[in-house]
Nanobody
Framework: QVQLVESGGGLVQAGGSLRLSCVAS????????MGWFRQAPGKEREFVAA????????YYVDSVKGRFTISRDNAKNTVYLQMNSLKPEDTAVYYC?????????????????WGQGTQVSVSS
């Protein structure tokens, strides 16, 4: 079965950087859209970024454009989220997700598989 395993979260000061990784296994992801979402306490799960596995087309929420970069390594079956210039409002649990289509959607209901999440905390 499909398994997504995130890593790379932690505590960082405002202005710092983190790189999240998501190792995907269980099938070929060539026609998949891979996404990163985040959920802060008391808030809904929010789309952050997505990338098509085959073409590498990327999508971002406006609040992270210019600061976050999503990428993938096909040989390692891994998707990354490089987060720079972190702000306290970026604090959340970050989830990796996979969608069985390359048509981008920004709603969490459009994704078929999820990782367990990794905590990112940004102090001011």
């Amino acid at each position: 079965q499909v398994q997504l395993v995130e890593s790379g979260g932690g505590l960082v000061q405002a202005g710092g950087s983190l790189r999240l990784s998501c190792v995907a296994s269980g099938r070929t992801f060539s026609n998949y859209l891979m996404g990163w979402f985040r959920q802060a306490p008391g808030k809904e799960r929010e789309f952050v970024a997505a990338i098509t596995w085959t073409y590498g087309t990327t999508y971002y929420v406006d609040s992270v454009k210019g600061r976050f970069t999503i990428s993938r390594d096909n040989a390692k079956n891994t998707v990354y989220l490089q987060m720079n210039s972190l702000k306290p409002e970026d604090t959340a649990v970050y989830y990796c997700a996979a969608r069985r289509s390359i048509v981008v959607v920004r709603s969490s209901s459009g994704y078929d598989y999820w990782g367990q999440g990794t905590q990112v905390s940004v102090s001011s």
